[in-house]
Protein backbone atom coordinates (compact mmCIF):
# COMPACT_ATOMS: atom_id res chain seq x y z
CA UNK A 1 0.00 0.00 0.00
CA UNK A 2 1.42 3.45 -0.83
CA UNK A 3 1.74 5.82 1.75
CA UNK A 4 -0.86 8.71 2.05
CA UNK A 5 0.46 12.08 -0.09
CA UNK A 6 -0.26 15.22 1.05
CA UNK A 7 -2.33 17.86 -0.81
CA UNK A 8 -0.34 20.49 -2.57
CA UNK A 9 -0.28 23.30 -0.39
CA UNK A 10 -2.01 26.54 -1.93
CA UNK A 11 0.32 29.71 -2.44
CA UNK A 12 -2.41 32.26 -3.45
CA UNK A 13 -6.07 32.11 -3.84
CA UNK A 14 -7.08 32.26 -7.93
CA UNK A 15 -8.40 34.84 -9.22
CA UNK A 16 -11.79 33.71 -10.41
CA UNK A 17 -12.57 32.89 -6.19
CA UNK A 18 -15.26 35.13 -5.56
CA UNK A 19 -14.83 36.70 -2.30
CA UNK A 20 -18.34 37.71 -1.63
CA UNK A 21 -19.03 33.97 -1.95
CA UNK A 22 -18.34 32.75 1.37
CA UNK A 23 -19.93 35.20 3.52
CA UNK A 24 -23.11 35.14 1.30
CA UNK A 25 -22.74 30.80 1.78
CA UNK A 26 -22.00 31.15 5.93
CA UNK A 27 -24.36 34.40 6.27
CA UNK A 28 -27.22 32.18 4.56
CA UNK A 29 -26.60 29.44 6.87
CA UNK A 30 -26.10 31.28 10.20
CA UNK A 31 -29.63 32.71 9.15
CA UNK A 32 -31.35 29.38 8.21
CA UNK A 33 -30.41 27.66 11.42
CA UNK A 34 -30.96 29.95 14.01
CA UNK A 35 -33.72 31.60 12.21
CA UNK A 36 -36.18 28.87 14.03
CA UNK A 37 -35.34 30.60 17.95
CA UNK A 38 -35.63 34.28 16.67
CA UNK A 39 -38.08 36.11 18.84
CA UNK A 40 -38.22 32.71 21.35
CA UNK A 41 -38.22 34.56 24.76
CA UNK A 42 -37.52 31.16 26.18
CA UNK A 43 -35.41 30.11 23.99
CA UNK A 44 -33.11 28.55 26.97
CA UNK A 45 -32.32 29.18 30.37
CA UNK A 46 -29.36 31.65 30.76
CA UNK A 47 -29.72 34.43 28.26
CA UNK A 48 -32.84 34.89 29.55
CA UNK A 49 -30.99 36.48 32.28
CA UNK A 50 -28.28 38.29 30.59
CA UNK A 51 -30.91 40.32 29.31
CA UNK A 52 -32.61 40.95 31.83
CA UNK A 53 -29.58 42.29 33.70
CA UNK A 54 -28.80 44.38 30.69
CA UNK A 55 -32.12 45.60 30.27
CA UNK A 56 -32.23 46.88 34.13
CA UNK A 57 -28.88 48.15 33.67
CA UNK A 58 -30.52 50.36 31.01
CA UNK A 59 -33.00 51.48 33.79
CA UNK A 60 -30.08 52.23 36.34
CA UNK A 61 -29.66 48.87 38.21
CA UNK A 62 -25.89 47.91 38.42
CA UNK A 63 -25.19 44.56 37.91
CA UNK A 64 -23.50 42.81 41.22
CA UNK A 65 -24.96 45.40 43.81
CA UNK A 66 -28.55 45.77 42.35
CA UNK A 67 -28.72 41.96 40.65
CA UNK A 68 -26.46 39.30 41.29
CA UNK A 69 -24.47 37.30 38.99
CA UNK A 70 -21.22 35.86 38.39
CA UNK A 71 -20.55 36.53 34.71
CA UNK A 72 -18.41 39.51 33.63
CA UNK A 73 -19.45 42.34 32.95
CA UNK A 74 -18.84 42.23 29.37
CA UNK A 75 -21.26 40.00 29.10
CA UNK A 76 -24.13 41.85 30.47
CA UNK A 77 -22.90 45.03 29.01
CA UNK A 78 -22.92 43.12 25.51
CA UNK A 79 -26.78 42.52 26.18
CA UNK A 80 -27.30 45.81 27.82
CA UNK A 81 -25.87 47.91 24.05
CA UNK A 82 -28.35 45.16 22.13
CA UNK A 83 -31.68 46.25 24.43
CA UNK A 84 -30.69 50.35 23.61
CA UNK A 85 -30.43 49.34 19.87
CA UNK A 86 -32.33 46.90 19.11
CA UNK A 87 -35.39 47.35 22.59
CA UNK A 88 -36.32 45.01 25.04
CA UNK A 89 -37.56 42.36 22.45
CA UNK A 90 -34.84 39.18 22.22
CA UNK A 91 -34.72 39.83 19.04
CA UNK A 92 -32.38 42.40 19.89
CA UNK A 93 -29.80 40.09 21.51
CA UNK A 94 -30.32 36.86 18.83
CA UNK A 95 -29.53 39.01 15.93
CA UNK A 96 -26.50 40.63 17.61
CA UNK A 97 -26.07 36.46 18.26
CA UNK A 98 -26.35 36.28 14.40
CA UNK A 99 -23.87 38.14 13.87
CA UNK A 100 -21.14 36.61 16.10
CA UNK A 101 -22.03 33.15 14.66
CA UNK A 102 -21.33 34.94 11.07
CA UNK A 103 -18.50 35.87 12.47
CA UNK A 104 -16.88 32.62 13.55
CA UNK A 105 -18.18 31.17 10.59
CA UNK A 106 -15.81 33.36 8.66
CA UNK A 107 -12.95 33.13 10.63
CA UNK A 108 -13.30 29.06 10.71
CA UNK A 109 -13.44 29.61 6.91
CA UNK A 110 -10.48 31.66 7.12
CA UNK A 111 -8.46 29.27 9.15
CA UNK A 112 -9.13 26.30 6.79
CA UNK A 113 -8.35 27.77 3.58
CA UNK A 114 -4.48 27.17 3.86
CA UNK A 115 -5.30 23.11 4.47
CA UNK A 116 -8.01 22.87 2.57
CA UNK A 117 -10.01 24.34 -1.15
CA UNK A 118 -12.74 26.81 -0.71
CA UNK A 119 -14.94 24.16 -1.14
CA UNK A 120 -14.05 22.30 2.06
CA UNK A 121 -13.21 25.40 3.48
CA UNK A 122 -16.49 26.57 3.14
CA UNK A 123 -18.14 22.96 4.95
CA UNK A 124 -16.44 23.51 7.47
CA UNK A 125 -17.58 26.75 8.01
CA UNK A 126 -21.22 26.20 7.63
CA UNK A 127 -20.55 23.06 10.31
CA UNK A 128 -20.37 25.81 13.06
CA UNK A 129 -23.75 27.27 12.68
CA UNK A 130 -24.93 23.79 12.12
CA UNK A 131 -23.00 22.15 15.21
CA UNK A 132 -23.89 24.74 18.26
CA UNK A 133 -27.74 24.08 18.30
CA UNK A 134 -26.55 20.87 19.62
CA UNK A 135 -25.68 22.08 22.83
CA UNK A 136 -27.82 25.02 23.45
CA UNK A 137 -26.43 28.03 21.73
CA UNK A 138 -28.88 28.62 19.33
CA UNK A 139 -29.97 31.83 21.24
CA UNK A 140 -27.68 33.68 23.33
CA UNK A 141 -25.24 31.68 25.29
CA UNK A 142 -22.45 32.86 26.19
CA UNK A 143 -20.23 29.91 23.70
CA UNK A 144 -21.78 31.78 20.97
CA UNK A 145 -20.12 35.92 21.67
CA UNK A 146 -16.70 34.33 23.02
CA UNK A 147 -15.85 31.76 20.39
CA UNK A 148 -15.75 33.83 17.51
CA UNK A 149 -13.02 36.05 19.90
CA UNK A 150 -11.06 33.22 20.31
CA UNK A 151 -11.27 32.33 16.54
CA UNK A 152 -9.80 35.89 15.75
CA UNK A 153 -7.65 35.75 17.85
CA UNK A 154 -6.60 31.94 16.46
CA UNK A 155 -6.23 33.41 13.07
CA UNK A 156 -3.58 36.29 13.98
CA UNK A 157 -1.29 34.44 15.68
CA UNK A 158 -1.35 31.75 12.91
CA UNK A 159 -2.29 33.59 9.96
CA UNK A 160 0.86 34.85 8.59
CA UNK A 161 3.28 31.60 8.11
CA UNK A 162 6.50 33.98 7.08
CA UNK A 163 6.42 36.15 10.63
CA UNK A 164 4.23 36.75 13.38
CA UNK A 165 4.85 40.30 14.74
CA UNK A 166 4.35 41.14 18.50
CA UNK A 167 1.41 43.52 17.08
CA UNK A 168 -0.65 40.90 15.96
CA UNK A 169 0.41 38.92 18.71
CA UNK A 170 -0.65 41.46 21.18
CA UNK A 171 -3.86 41.98 19.29
CA UNK A 172 -4.85 38.44 19.29
CA UNK A 173 -3.70 38.71 23.39
CA UNK A 174 -6.36 41.42 23.19
CA UNK A 175 -9.14 39.45 21.33
CA UNK A 176 -8.53 36.73 24.84
CA UNK A 177 -8.76 39.37 27.20
CA UNK A 178 -12.52 40.53 25.87
CA UNK A 179 -13.36 36.91 25.35
CA UNK A 180 -12.56 36.65 29.31
CA UNK A 181 -14.94 39.35 30.03
CA UNK A 182 -17.89 36.82 28.49
CA UNK A 183 -16.45 34.47 30.48
CA UNK A 184 -13.54 33.51 32.26
CA UNK A 185 -13.71 29.77 31.87
CA UNK A 186 -12.55 30.82 28.58
CA UNK A 187 -8.77 31.46 30.26
CA UNK A 188 -7.33 27.92 29.54
CA UNK A 189 -8.27 28.40 25.49
CA UNK A 190 -6.61 31.69 26.20
CA UNK A 191 -3.29 30.64 27.36
CA UNK A 192 -2.96 28.20 24.45
CA UNK A 193 -3.43 31.07 21.73
CA UNK A 194 -0.01 32.62 24.50
CA UNK A 195 1.89 29.26 24.39
CA UNK A 196 1.28 29.08 20.31
CA UNK A 197 2.50 33.02 19.90
CA UNK A 198 5.33 32.32 22.42
CA UNK A 199 6.32 29.03 20.47
CA UNK A 200 5.92 31.29 17.25
CA UNK A 201 8.51 33.58 18.43
CA UNK A 202 10.88 31.24 19.44
CA UNK A 203 10.61 29.52 16.28
CA UNK A 204 11.73 33.10 14.83
CA UNK A 205 14.79 33.21 16.62
CA UNK A 206 14.11 34.21 20.20
CA UNK A 207 15.87 32.47 22.77
CA UNK A 208 14.53 30.86 25.52
CA UNK A 209 15.40 33.86 28.30
CA UNK A 210 14.05 36.50 26.35
CA UNK A 211 10.70 34.58 26.51
CA UNK A 212 9.76 35.60 30.03
CA UNK A 213 9.21 39.56 28.79
CA UNK A 214 6.51 38.93 25.70
CA UNK A 215 4.63 36.02 28.00
CA UNK A 216 4.13 38.87 31.16
CA UNK A 217 3.11 41.88 28.55
CA UNK A 218 0.74 39.43 26.96
CA UNK A 219 -0.41 38.28 30.23
CA UNK A 220 -1.10 41.84 31.06
CA UNK A 221 -3.00 42.98 27.91
CA UNK A 222 -5.14 39.77 28.35
CA UNK A 223 -6.28 41.18 31.79
CA UNK A 224 -6.54 44.31 31.00
CA UNK A 225 -10.49 44.39 30.08
CA UNK A 226 -11.03 42.75 33.21
CA UNK A 227 -9.28 45.63 35.36
CA UNK A 228 -10.87 47.88 33.83
CA UNK A 229 -14.31 46.16 34.42
CA UNK A 230 -13.35 45.97 37.94
CA UNK A 231 -12.10 50.04 37.83
CA UNK A 232 -15.63 50.90 36.20
CA UNK A 233 -17.66 49.16 39.35
CA UNK A 234 -15.03 50.45 41.57
CA UNK A 235 -15.48 53.98 40.46
CA UNK A 236 -19.30 53.06 40.99
CA UNK A 237 -19.07 52.25 44.57
CA UNK A 238 -19.56 48.32 43.54
CA UNK A 239 -16.05 47.32 43.61
CA UNK A 240 -16.19 45.09 46.63
CA UNK A 241 -20.10 43.10 44.96
CA UNK A 242 -18.19 43.05 41.11
CA UNK A 243 -14.71 41.30 42.93
CA UNK A 244 -17.08 38.69 45.27
CA UNK A 245 -19.44 37.84 42.33
CA UNK A 246 -16.75 37.40 39.87
CA UNK A 247 -14.07 35.55 42.00
CA UNK A 248 -15.04 34.78 45.82
CA UNK A 249 -18.36 33.34 44.65
CA UNK A 250 -16.32 31.32 42.22
CA UNK A 251 -14.45 28.97 44.78
CA UNK A 252 -17.30 28.71 46.92
CA UNK A 253 -19.72 27.06 44.86
CA UNK A 254 -20.29 23.34 45.35
CA UNK A 255 -19.42 21.46 42.45
CA UNK A 256 -21.59 18.45 40.81
CA UNK A 257 -18.95 16.78 39.58
CA UNK A 258 -17.15 17.26 35.79
CA UNK A 259 -17.79 14.14 34.47
CA UNK A 260 -21.67 12.71 34.03
CA UNK A 261 -23.12 9.55 32.53
CA UNK A 262 -24.76 11.40 29.83
CA UNK A 263 -21.82 12.99 28.53
CA UNK A 264 -20.42 10.23 26.31
CA UNK A 265 -23.46 10.41 23.98
CA UNK A 266 -23.76 14.16 24.04
CA UNK A 267 -19.74 14.15 23.07
CA UNK A 268 -20.23 11.92 19.85
CA UNK A 269 -21.21 14.50 17.21
CA UNK A 270 -18.11 16.31 18.50
CA UNK A 271 -16.01 13.31 18.96
CA UNK A 272 -16.93 11.82 15.67
CA UNK A 273 -15.51 14.20 12.97
CA UNK A 274 -12.61 14.91 15.47
CA UNK A 275 -11.37 11.91 15.73
CA UNK A 276 -12.52 10.99 11.70
CA UNK A 277 -10.01 14.38 10.99
CA UNK A 278 -7.14 13.06 13.31
CA UNK A 279 -7.64 9.38 10.97
CA UNK A 280 -7.92 11.12 7.49
CA UNK A 281 -4.71 13.44 8.90
CA UNK A 282 -3.00 10.21 8.85
CA UNK A 283 -3.83 7.98 6.28
CA UNK A 284 -6.28 9.82 3.65
CA UNK A 285 -4.59 13.30 3.15
CA UNK A 286 -1.84 14.41 5.61
CA UNK A 287 -2.01 18.02 6.03
CA UNK A 288 -0.88 20.30 4.02
CA UNK A 289 0.93 22.28 6.30
CA UNK A 290 1.62 20.14 9.29
CA UNK A 291 2.75 22.41 12.34
CA UNK A 292 -0.39 24.40 11.00
CA UNK A 293 -2.37 21.36 11.96
CA UNK A 294 -0.30 21.12 15.54
CA UNK A 295 -1.31 24.88 16.07
CA UNK A 296 -5.12 23.97 15.82
CA UNK A 297 -4.90 20.94 17.71
CA UNK A 298 -3.04 22.66 20.52
CA UNK A 299 -5.82 25.51 20.33
CA UNK A 300 -8.58 22.45 20.70
CA UNK A 301 -6.64 21.53 23.78
CA UNK A 302 -7.55 24.83 25.74
CA UNK A 303 -11.25 24.67 24.46
CA UNK A 304 -10.86 21.14 26.35
CA UNK A 305 -9.42 23.01 29.24
CA UNK A 306 -12.40 26.19 28.90
CA UNK A 307 -15.32 22.91 28.79
CA UNK A 308 -13.59 21.08 32.15
CA UNK A 309 -12.10 24.07 34.30
CA UNK A 310 -15.54 24.67 36.08
CA UNK A 311 -16.23 22.33 38.89
CA UNK A 312 -19.53 20.96 37.18
CA UNK A 313 -19.68 20.73 33.75
CA UNK A 314 -23.32 21.24 32.07
CA UNK A 315 -24.18 19.91 28.35
CA UNK A 316 -24.11 23.61 26.81
CA UNK A 317 -20.95 24.10 27.80
CA UNK A 318 -20.14 21.63 24.72
CA UNK A 319 -20.45 24.39 22.75
CA UNK A 320 -16.94 25.52 23.36
CA UNK A 321 -15.62 22.08 21.57
CA UNK A 322 -17.21 22.95 18.54
CA UNK A 323 -14.70 24.49 16.64
CA UNK A 324 -12.13 22.28 18.03
CA UNK A 325 -14.09 19.32 16.48
CA UNK A 326 -14.34 21.36 13.15
CA UNK A 327 -10.10 22.52 12.77
CA UNK A 328 -9.34 18.62 13.82
CA UNK A 329 -11.81 17.60 11.46
CA UNK A 330 -10.12 19.90 8.48
CA UNK A 331 -8.40 17.13 6.90
CA UNK A 332 -11.51 15.54 6.54
CA UNK A 333 -13.08 18.37 4.63
CA UNK A 334 -9.85 19.15 2.53
CA UNK A 335 -9.70 15.20 1.46
CA UNK A 336 -10.66 14.31 -2.36
CA UNK A 337 -10.90 10.99 -1.30
CA UNK A 338 -14.88 9.25 -2.04
CA UNK A 339 -14.79 8.23 2.13
CA UNK A 340 -13.98 11.56 3.67
CA UNK A 341 -17.00 13.00 1.40
CA UNK A 342 -19.50 10.85 2.08
CA UNK A 343 -18.23 11.24 6.35
CA UNK A 344 -18.86 14.53 5.70
CA UNK A 345 -22.22 14.54 3.68
CA UNK A 346 -23.38 11.75 6.52
CA UNK A 347 -22.22 13.84 9.24
CA UNK A 348 -24.26 17.49 8.37
CA UNK A 349 -27.19 14.98 7.30
CA UNK A 350 -27.22 13.80 10.94
CA UNK A 351 -26.94 18.09 12.26
CA UNK A 352 -30.10 18.41 10.14
CA UNK A 353 -32.16 15.99 11.37
CA UNK A 354 -31.47 18.10 14.78
CA UNK A 355 -34.02 20.83 13.36
CA UNK A 356 -36.34 18.69 11.79
CA UNK A 357 -36.85 15.21 13.96
CA UNK A 358 -36.73 16.88 16.78
CA UNK A 359 -39.13 19.93 15.91
CA UNK A 360 -37.45 22.72 16.84
CA UNK A 361 -39.87 24.80 14.94
CA UNK A 362 -43.05 23.20 17.31
CA UNK A 363 -41.06 23.65 20.54
CA UNK A 364 -40.16 27.21 20.23
CA UNK A 365 -43.83 28.23 18.78
CA UNK A 366 -44.91 26.39 22.37
CA UNK A 367 -42.28 28.31 24.06
CA UNK A 368 -43.46 31.25 22.90
CA UNK A 369 -47.41 30.97 23.49
CA UNK A 370 -46.42 29.42 27.38
CA UNK A 371 -44.60 32.70 28.26
CA UNK A 372 -47.61 34.68 26.14
CA UNK A 373 -50.05 32.98 28.61
CA UNK A 374 -48.52 33.49 31.75
CA UNK A 375 -47.27 37.12 31.34
CA UNK A 376 -51.17 38.20 31.03
CA UNK A 377 -52.00 36.49 33.76
CA UNK A 378 -49.01 37.82 36.15
CA UNK A 379 -49.19 41.62 34.71
CA UNK A 380 -52.14 42.94 36.19
CA UNK A 381 -51.22 42.04 39.93
CA UNK A 382 -47.36 43.43 39.17
CA UNK A 383 -45.44 46.81 39.00
CA UNK A 384 -42.28 48.07 39.00
CA UNK A 385 -42.83 49.97 42.09
CA UNK A 386 -43.93 47.80 45.00
CA UNK A 387 -46.30 45.07 43.90
CA UNK A 388 -43.38 42.42 42.56
CA UNK A 389 -42.86 39.25 40.95
CA UNK A 390 -40.80 36.69 42.42
CA UNK A 391 -39.75 33.85 40.37
CA UNK A 392 -38.88 31.16 42.85
CA UNK A 393 -38.22 28.50 39.75
CA UNK A 394 -38.94 29.02 36.34
CA UNK A 395 -38.16 31.42 33.34
CA UNK A 396 -36.62 34.45 34.42
CA UNK A 397 -37.94 36.28 31.43
CA UNK A 398 -41.24 36.66 32.74
CA UNK A 399 -39.98 39.61 34.95
CA UNK A 400 -39.71 41.30 32.03
CA UNK A 401 -42.83 40.39 29.70
CA UNK A 402 -44.77 41.08 33.04
CA UNK A 403 -43.02 44.90 33.17
CA UNK A 404 -42.10 43.78 36.99
CA UNK A 405 -39.97 45.53 39.92
CA UNK A 406 -38.10 42.24 41.46
CA UNK A 407 -38.47 41.20 45.10
CA UNK A 408 -34.13 40.72 45.41
CA UNK A 409 -31.02 41.18 43.58
CA UNK A 410 -30.96 37.46 43.77
CA UNK A 411 -32.36 37.27 40.71
CA UNK A 412 -31.99 33.87 38.87
CA UNK A 413 -33.98 31.52 39.92
CA UNK A 414 -31.24 29.24 40.55
CA UNK A 415 -29.04 31.26 42.43
CA UNK A 416 -31.96 30.43 45.54
CA UNK A 417 -33.43 27.04 45.15
CA UNK A 418 -30.36 25.46 44.01
CA UNK A 419 -28.29 23.37 46.61
CA UNK A 420 -25.30 23.78 44.94
CA UNK A 421 -25.26 27.48 45.79
CA UNK A 422 -26.08 27.78 49.35
CA UNK A 423 -22.54 28.73 50.87
CA UNK A 424 -21.74 31.07 47.65
CA UNK A 425 -24.02 33.87 47.34
CA UNK A 426 -22.21 35.88 50.14
CA UNK A 427 -25.24 35.75 52.16
CA UNK A 428 -27.53 32.94 53.60
CA UNK A 429 -29.97 30.99 51.21
CA UNK A 430 -32.07 30.13 53.23
CA UNK A 431 -32.61 33.45 55.16
CA UNK A 432 -32.94 35.40 51.98
CA UNK A 433 -35.86 33.03 51.17
CA UNK A 434 -37.37 33.80 53.95
CA UNK A 435 -36.62 37.51 53.39
CA UNK A 436 -38.34 37.37 50.08
CA UNK A 437 -41.12 35.91 51.38
CA UNK A 438 -41.64 37.93 54.21
CA UNK A 439 -42.38 41.31 51.77
CA UNK A 440 -45.30 38.77 50.27
CA UNK A 441 -44.88 39.31 46.57
CA UNK A 442 -47.88 40.35 44.93
CA UNK A 443 -46.96 37.06 42.54
CA UNK A 444 -44.48 33.91 43.02
CA UNK A 445 -43.35 31.24 40.05
CA UNK A 446 -42.69 27.61 40.56
CA UNK A 447 -42.15 24.57 38.62
CA UNK A 448 -43.02 21.54 38.74
CA UNK A 449 -40.02 19.24 38.22
CA UNK A 450 -36.32 21.11 39.90
CA UNK A 451 -33.70 21.49 37.16
CA UNK A 452 -30.69 20.66 40.05
CA UNK A 453 -30.38 19.47 43.04
CA UNK A 454 -32.77 21.61 45.80
CA UNK A 455 -32.18 23.54 49.05
CA UNK A 456 -35.03 21.09 50.97
CA UNK A 457 -34.96 23.79 53.54
CA UNK A 458 -35.72 26.65 51.34
CA UNK A 459 -38.31 24.81 49.20
CA UNK A 460 -40.51 24.09 52.09
CA UNK A 461 -40.90 27.88 53.16
CA UNK A 462 -42.09 28.35 50.36
CA UNK A 463 -44.51 25.50 49.68
CA UNK A 464 -45.44 26.65 53.17
CA UNK A 465 -46.49 30.11 51.80
CA UNK A 466 -48.33 29.03 48.94
CA UNK A 467 -50.86 27.07 50.91
CA UNK A 468 -51.50 29.50 53.51
CA UNK A 469 -51.18 32.72 51.90
CA UNK A 470 -51.21 32.22 47.94
CA UNK A 471 -53.90 30.96 45.94
CA UNK A 472 -53.69 29.12 42.09
CA UNK A 473 -53.35 31.87 39.30
CA UNK A 474 -52.38 30.69 35.87
CA UNK A 475 -49.69 27.27 34.51
CA UNK A 476 -48.17 26.41 31.56
CA UNK A 477 -45.90 23.62 29.99
CA UNK A 478 -42.48 24.94 29.52
CA UNK A 479 -40.62 21.77 28.27
CA UNK A 480 -40.77 19.19 30.02
CA UNK A 481 -42.01 21.46 33.05
CA UNK A 482 -45.53 22.56 34.26
CA UNK A 483 -44.83 26.08 35.38
CA UNK A 484 -47.08 27.77 38.03
CA UNK A 485 -47.77 31.12 38.86
CA UNK A 486 -49.42 31.86 42.68
CA UNK A 487 -51.23 34.66 43.61
CA UNK A 488 -50.57 36.71 47.22
CA UNK A 489 -54.83 36.19 48.71
Given at each position: MSAPQALPLATHRTKSEARWLAPLVLALAVVATRAIWLGD???????????????????????????????????????????????????????????????????????????????????????????????????????????????????????????????????????GGLALQLKYTALPACLALGGLALLRFHRQGVQLDGLPKPALLFAAIGIAPTVLAYAIFAALGAGDAFWWANFGSFFLREGAGRWRGELPIAMLPILVPALLGLWAAVRLAPPRDPMLYASYALFAVGLVGTVFLPGTVYLYYLAALVPAAIVLALPLFASPAPLARVSVLMLFGFYALFYVGLDQAGKSADRRASVAHLSRAIAPFVDRDSECLWIFDGPSVLYTTADSCIATRFVYPDHLNNALETDALGVDQTGEVARVLATQPSVIVTASDPLTRQNETAGQLVRNALQSDYEPLASAKLGERTIRAWRRR
Amino acid sequence: MSAPQALPLATHRTKSEARWLAPLVLALAVVATRAIWLGDPAADYDEQLYSLIGLRWLDGALPYADLWDRKPAGLFALFAMAHAVGGPSPVAYQVLAMAFTLAGSLSIYELARPLADRWGALLAGIAYPLMLPLYGSHAGQSEVFFLPLLLGALYLVTSDREHLSFRRAAWAMLLGGLALQLKYTALPACLALGGLALLRFHRQGVQLDGLPKPALLFAAIGIAPTVLAYAIFAALGAGDAFWWANFGSFFLREGAGRWRGELPIAMLPILVPALLGLWAAVRLAPPRDPMLYASYALFAVGLVGTVFLPGTVYLYYLAALVPAAIVLALPLFASPAPLARVSVLMLFGFYALFYVGLDQAGKSADRRASVAHLSRAIAPFVDRDSECLWIFDGPSVLYTTADSCIATRFVYPDHLNNALETDALGVDQTGEVARVLATQPSVIVTASDPLTRQNETAGQLVRNALQSDYEPLASAKLGERTIRAWRRR
